[in-house]
């Protein structure tokens, strides 16, 4: 079992900065897949951005391309999500993900364990 611990979030203006973070503890952590997803109210889960476990291939859902960026220090067990020029619409709860599999999957059924959220708060 993997656990996954999200934190900084928070409420901020638009064109503003955050970085999450996902602190992984449990079963080996370096050899997966890592993934972001949010969730605004009344929407589906949606996938952010994913990053294999080499750290070398990584994949953006077309809405965060150029403001977002996910990396990973397998040797801190940790994964971030720097999240640059905020806009109203990234407003969400942030979810980190973890699949065993060998592909960045950005369907949220293909990820084996989760976090409990972190709230990104855009005010215009």
């Known amino acids: 079992q993997v656990q996954l611990v999200e934190s900084g979030g928070g409420l901020v203006q638009a064109g503003d900065s955050l970085r999450l973070s996902c602190a992984a503890s449990g079963r080996t952590f370096s050899h997966n897949v890592m993934g972001w997803f949010r969730q605004a109210p009344g929407k589906e889960r949606e996938f952010v951005a994913g990053?294999?476990?080499?750290?070398?291939?990584?994949h953006y859902a077309d809405s965060v391309k150029g403001r977002f960026t996910i990396s990973r220090d397998n040797a801190k067990n940790t994964v971030y999500l720097q999240m640059n020029n905020l806009k109203p619409e990234d407003t969400a709860v942030y979810y980190c993900a973890g699949r065993w599999g060998g592909a960045i999957m950005t369907m949220s059924n293909d990820y084996d364990y989760w976090g409990q959220g972190t709230q990104v708060t855009v005010s215009s």
């Open positions: 990053i294999m476990w080499t750290g070398d291939i990584i």
